[in-house]
């Protein structure tokens, strides 16, 4: 079993949203930052989010700034990302992954500086 899960991808409409969850039942994630990275079919992996141990610093890939955010619910061990007015180029399987780092307020998107990544899920935005 891997040490992360993600879900709530699926297919929308240009505009709509969605909400990605990463949870685990290995790792207690409030104790490092995690990361939100994507991989379109024949581009690199992408960095599109990340969050603090701390919960109170965040980072966004300017592709992504004003329409997605990300949060932590450390009651149930589970990082979200808030995905609003979705484009077709937001197309990808979707991956948490925890950082190596762990700094209080640390914050990446390199995706060389994360490990445990989850099985990813797939969010298509088609109409």
């Known amino acids: 079993q891997l040490p992360l899960v993600e879900s709530g991808g699926g297919l929308v409409q240009p505009g709509g949203s969605l909400r990605l969850s990463c949870a685990s039942s290995a790792i207690t994630l409030n104790k490092y930052t995690i990361g939100w990275f994507r991989q379109a079919p024949g581009k690199e992996r992408e960095g599109v989010s990340c969050?603090?141990?701390?919960?109170?610093?965040?980072k966004y890939a300017d592709s992504v700034k004003g329409r997605f955010t990300i949060s932590r619910d450390n009651a149930k061990n589970t990082v979200y990302l808030q995905m609003d007015n979705l484009k077709p180029d937001d197309t990808a399987v979707y991956y948490c992954?925890?950082?190596?780092?762990?700094?209080?307020?640390?914050?990446?998107?390199?995706?060389?500086?994360?490990?445990?990544w989850g099985q990813g899920t797939q969010v298509t935005v088609s109409s």
């Open positions: 992954a925890v950082a190596s780092m762990t700094g209080r307020s640390y914050t990446s998107l390199t995706g060389s500086e994360y490990g445990n």
């Open positions: 969050i603090s141990r701390n919960g109170g610093t965040s």
